[in-house]
């Protein structure tokens, strides 16, 4: 099937950047989320990230204009049942995400995609909640979504080769690389990149160097462009948390124990820049290392 219309469930920093990619890209996008103040924040931060993009010389001004008109939000989940291709982009938090396909799936047209945004659950466990299997499968973006080109396509065991195309076709059409991954925990990005970070809060946690230290190590002695502890702040401690335990649980070996220093900081309500402190500290003019 031909896709033209998206919903999007959850306004959040994720569901934001991905309605707004898809809305400069041509799709008619309906941004759901039972919040009504984070659908207005969501709407400014969209125009703000095209902004940037018109500042780098990457989209016209008019562009914007006709994106923003193709952008609609909703805080009733019904609005979205009748889109071509729904994407799940709550927060990374199991339960909640089957709970929004329960609740959807009354409303739903008998045509529709269903796709989730989870960056280490189980596509085939989701799509057993649902009354389509055959039509769902993960859909994951990387962070920021508008300008990060790497998008995972993860089959659950049902999903069938018509949705997989038509998915396809929509990520074809953004103008962005997909890669085919297998449903596992992790998938293949934070498979690799999560255990890392967590790696790195266990150098800091033992005391192997500082935050500083750790972060340059890495960004200069790898080329990263961000360091470990710095990038866990821009993702978020609790989603960091979220996956390693994702991981350990899935795959049932001690190596994906989350560090205990990061279950602190979580428990202690410092999860990055969203909360102003995490392994830095964003309250001040410049970001300042914790420990």
């Not at 350990?248 to 190596?255: E, I, P, Y």
Request: proline share 5%.
């Amino acid at each position: 099937m031909a896709i033209e219309t998206v919903g999007v469930v959850g306004a959040g920093h994720m569901g934001s950047g991905i309605a707004c990619a898809l809305a400069l890209a041509g799709f008619h996008v309906t941004l759901m989320d039972v919040d009504a103040q984070a659908l207005v924040c969501a709407a400014e931060s969209v125009a703000a990230q095209i902004d940037e993009m018109i500042a780098r010389g990457d989209v016209e001004p008019a562009e914007k204009t006709a994106a923003m008109a193709r952008l609609a939000s909703t805080t009733n989940l019904r609005d979205v049942g009748s889109r071509d291709l729904i994407i799940e982009a709550a927060s990374e938090i199991e339960a909640v995400k089957h709970r929004i396909f329960v609740d959807l799936t009354p409303y739903l047209s008998p045509d529709a995609i269903l796709t989730s945004n989870t960056s280490s659950f189980s596509v085939t466990r989701m799509a057993g909640v649902t009354d389509r299997p055959e039509q769902f499968m993960g859909l994951h973006f990387m962070n920021p979504a508008p300008s990060m080109p790497l998008v995972e396509l993860i089959r659950g065991i049902a999903t069938s080769k018509e949705t997989f195309d038509a998915v396809d076709a929509v990520i074809k059409r953004l103008g962005k690389t997909a890669v085919v991954v297998e449903d596992y925990p992790g998938f293949t990005v934070h498979r690799i990149l999560i255990p890392m970070i967590n790696e790195a809060v266990y150098a800091l946690y033992e005391g192997v160097g500082s935050v500083l230290d750790i972060d340059n190590s890495m960004r200069f002695g790898a080329n990263h462009p961000m360091g470990p502890l710095e990038l866990a702040d821009f993702i978020g401690l609790d989603t960091c948390l979220s996956i390693m335990t994702s991981l350990r649980n899935g795959l049932a070996d001690s190596k994906y124990r989350p560090c205990p220093l990061l279950v602190k900081y979580v428990e202690a309500g410092w999860l990055g820049r969203k909360t102003g402190r995490g392994f830095y500290d964003y309250r001040g003019e410049t970001p300042v290392p914790s420990r």
